[in-house]
């Protein structure tokens, strides 16, 4: 479904394996709008830095999102426990968030209609965009579909660390200082604990479909 010239901004926040990346890239293959996921940069820097040991992890991870091509990362395997681990703890240096940040913002302006994804989208990265939702999830369910998704890359993990590790993710993504895990007061919340992918996108739809009918009424989209 293509908007032709009009403007769509969406962002999607929620914790862990929420369903929210899903979502995110459901919505936006059906408008065709360009796609960024924060959580996957703040994988990418993880990833890195697990990989080089820099001594200077500030300037090594500008050197590297400088010249970042996005599209590459789906070609790397960045969902493992050891990188989420580190991704926590990076999420809580200014001077890291601050690079990611920059190249978000860089995003959007090349960008102007786009979807967003991560934890803090709609709260700090994109706060005027134009619909909002945020994700939530039962901890067992969520812990039962990333521990699936870890099977299927034979991670060798039990179910009980998953979900830990996931309680301690949130927990440290909530009661951070800097731009904590928080809904949005204009945010859609879209729970996905019993609902699968065709409902999350009809709902979705149904609030963005809202939203292009009250800013352009009658539209025509091919």
Known sequence: MRLNDKLLRITCDGGAATGKSTGAKLIAKKYKLAFLSSGLLYRYASFLILKYKPKNKINFIKKKFFSLNYKKLSNINLHTQQISAESAIIAKMPSIRNILKKYQKNFIKKNKSCVLEGRDASTQILPGSDVKFFFICDLNIAAKRRFNELKKKSKKISFIEVKRALY???????????????????????????????????????????????????RTTT
């Open 168 to 218: 301690k993710r949130n927990l440290a993504d909530k009661t951070r200082s800097i731009s904590p895990l928080q809904k949005h007061p204009d945010a859609v919340v879209v729970n996905t604990t019993k609902n699968g992918k065709h409902a999350m996108i009809d709902k979705m739809s149904k609030h963005v479909e809202k939203f292009l009918n009250k800013k352009y009424g009658n």
